[in-house]
């Protein structure tokens, strides 16, 4: 694992920590870490039908794309925006979920914790590879490969691509076309250079180009009814293409490791949807944005096998670094309103600006982090991380022709935060740990590009978080459990709150104090070959504190959104022999506990449970497999948000059950 920044046993670290590794991530069939949120406790995902839209939430924790409470790093680089950590998983050897405060080693957005996205690397050994065809409901078809090997005695090479597309689930009863396909093509190359023993290079590109259809958006009560029918004038789309390159150099002394992660991420979408979401041509929405991203991370440690020595019985493991970060982003969003619908006095078709918007922000942060190891029983850790970034923004809104006065937001911004973190890890007997951990973490301030007037800024998110819990291994790995306590008590949180007047437009706004407290289970037991078994159970309750209001509303005690009451998860594998090769099954059922949609909690989703099957034979080169995704075709609406409709809300259907079968063959 990577959690602390190093490679290290996840049973021996004082965090919780659920690891999907790359054999799961293919015996599950997972493709978006979203996916793959199902292994990881009180972990939930808010998704729309487009998949540029994916926010995290972890222990209740969470926030808009633009500024997500659950930080993801792909490599080593972290997103600074939502819309860059939702893509095709191609070439990924492991997830990682971290709970809990991570600011003290991560910075900024990593306050309800860390998804850290690594790709496989490139086999130094002879090439090998594998090509399989997934074809399934709805016309889904597609194509996934990947190879990798060694370029002679000092370097390797890997390649993945992936090409997917399918249909849409929800049908436009006015045009009787599906709006919500879907269609993509990724790839990442790779390549690896070691010239020495103590030298490492690693240049990583990846790229992904996705044309989806438009938002599978309809009024609450009428999705409820009939969940895959929209009814609209107008079928927009979602288009997003992303391109990142990363550079790992790694040097390692008998006394220190040099590490430099160099990251440049490049995004652009453009999405057109009918803002009115009803069969009137009332409104439409065209919004286009587009962000370029540089960083720079220096660390220097100790090497992992060598801790500074300070006496026989004490050892030193220590690690410091600087990070630096620029960002740009732009964005170009524009209503076209025809006549009549603003007011009865306005015969005209308007067209209002909602934003014209330029963000800059750049970044320097300095971290240290220690751990002194005593008798290699008791782990005490210490470490602190200091943050300071400048956000300018240039921000218009305004209407054409003019019918209320335009706004002009030209201002600088400085926010600084240090976050500090101390741990403690006793080991009670060989493969039993107990841990417990305190920290502060922040989530950045910044501007909103589109908000109320007096609105256009926000400042920082901070919480502390305190953790206990105990990890046990028995017979040889074959068993293991992780339990785990946590509370969570932040202030000025930021919520996402609707705009009057704008449909479909948020801003971002301290609304006050919240609290979150719950526990964690994970169970995995191998009791024979070709067994294995599991149980994740993870509860939260949120609430927001007294005194704390929303849009001038008091929401004091009601219960943070989008955080399911409950999270459970148990399945199972089996594998046998057959035919020379493996015969295998498994099934995951995935429980959701209610939770609800906004602040005011006045609509939610009651608990819902989707189960998973996947089946099949792997010989040595050949494998074939089926599966079904929400096998009982469970209906269920995971996201919904205010709007000027009959109910209130307009809301997303859940995935509908969906299966398929794929053919592969490796050489």
């Known amino acids: 694992m990577t959690a602390t920044k190093e490679p290290a046993d996840p049973a021996a670290l004082p965090v919780s920590i659920s690891a999907v590794q790359e054999d799961l991530i293919k015996a599950a069939g997972i493709t978006f870490v979203a996916d793959a949120g199902i292994f990881s406790p009180n972990t939930h995902f808010t998704e729309f039908t487009a998949r540029k839209l994916s926010n995290p939430r972890i222990r209740g924790v969470g926030s808009s794309p633009a500024n997500p409470g659950v930080v993801t790093y792909v490599d080593g680089v972290p997103q600074f925006n939502s ?18 405060a991570q600011s003290a080693l991560f910075g900024r957005n990593a306050l309800g914790g860390l998804i850290n996205i690594t790709s496989a690397r490139p086999s130094m050994k002879a090439w090998s590879g594998n090509v399989s065809v997934p074809l399934g409901t709805d016309a889904m078809y597609g194509v996934r490969a990947d190879a990798s090997g060694k370029l002679g005695a000092k ?97 390692v002394g008998q006394q220190v490791t040099f590490l430099s992660t160099t990251g440049f991420v490049k995004w652009k979408t453009e999405d057109a949807t009918d803002i009115d979401y009803s069969p009137f041509p009332a409104a439409t929405r065209r919004n286009d944005e587009d962000a370029t991203q540089l960083t720079q991370e220096f660390r220097f440690a100790s090497p992992v096998a060598a801790p500074v020595k300070l006496s026989d019985s004490v050892g030193l ?52 982090h220690g751990t002194l190891a005593f008798s290699n029983r008791l782990d005490v850790s210490v470490g602190t991380r ?14 054409a022709p003019q019918i209320s006065p335009n706004v002009i937001v030209k201002e600088t911004r400085t926010f600084t935060d240090v976050s500090p973190q101390i741990a403690a890890a006793f080991r009670a007997r060989p493969g039993v740990l107990i841990y417990g951990t305190a920290s502060r973490a922040f989530k950045a301030g910044g501007f909103n590009p589109v908000s109320i007037p007096g609105r256009e800024s926000f400042g920082e998110e901070r919480a502390w978080n305190g953790e206990g819990g105990v990890k046990v291994t028995a017979a040889s790995g074959k068993y293991s459990a992780a339990a785990s306590v946590f509370s969570i008590s932040w202030d000025d949180l930021q919520l996402n709150l609707p705009i009057p007047g704008a449909p479909g437009q948020f801003y971002i706004f301290n609304v006050g104090s919240a609290t979150s407290r719950g526990a964690e289970l994970e169970l995995t037991a191998r009791p024979q070959a070709g067994v294995d078994v599991f149980a994740i159970v993870g509860v939260t309750r949120a609430h927001f504190g007294s005194g704390t209001s929303a849009g001038g509303v008091s929401v004091a005690d009601k219960k943070v959104p989008n955080t399911p009451e409950h999270t459970i998860t148990v399945g199972a594998q089996i594998s046998r022999a057959l035919a020379g090769g493996q015969a295998f099954g498994r099934a995951e059922v995935a429980t959701f506990g209610a939770f609800k949609y906004d602040e005011t909690n006045a609509q939610g989703q009651e608990a819902y449970t989707l189960t998973n099957l996947r089946g099949g034979w792997r010989g040595k080169r050949i494998t074939v497999e089926a599966w079904v995704r929400n096998a009982f075709d469970t209906k269920y609406v995971p996201i919904a948000f205010a709007f000027s409709t009959q109910s209130g809300m307009i809301g997303e259907p859940g995935r509908p059950r969906t299966a398929g079968v794929s053919f592969g063959i490796g050489f």
């Open 83 to 100: 819309n860059t950590s939702s893509f095709d998983l191609v070439g990924v050897g492991q997830i990682e979920f971290v709970r809990g």
């Open 155 to 251: 370097a390797a090479a890997g390649v993945a691509i992936s090409f997917n597309k399918r249909d849409g689930f929800s049908t436009n009863t006015v045009t009787g076309h599906d709006v919500d396909s879907r269609e993509s093509f990724a790839g990442k190359g790779q390549l690896l250079w070691a010239p020495t023993s103590t030298w490492e290079s690693r240049v990583i590109v990846s790229g992904e180009r996705a044309r989806d259809g438009d938002y599978a958006l309809n009024d609450l009560a009428a999705l409820r009814q009939n969940p895959f029918q929209v009814a609209r004038d107008f079928e927009g789309f979602t288009n997003r293409d992303l391109f990142a390159t990363t550079v790992h150099n790694t040097a």
């Open 317 to 368: 493991r220590w690690q410091a670094g600087a990070f630096f970060s620029k960002q740009d982003y732009k964005q170009d969003a524009s209503n076209t309103v025809a006549p009549f619908v603003l007011s009865p006095l306005i015969p005209f078709t308007v067209v209002s600006t909602s934003p014209r918007a330029t963000l800059e922000d750049s970044g320097v942060s300095m971290y240290a």
């Open 386 to 399: 200091v943050d300071r970034e400048t956000r300018s923004a240039d921000l218009f809104s305004g209407t």
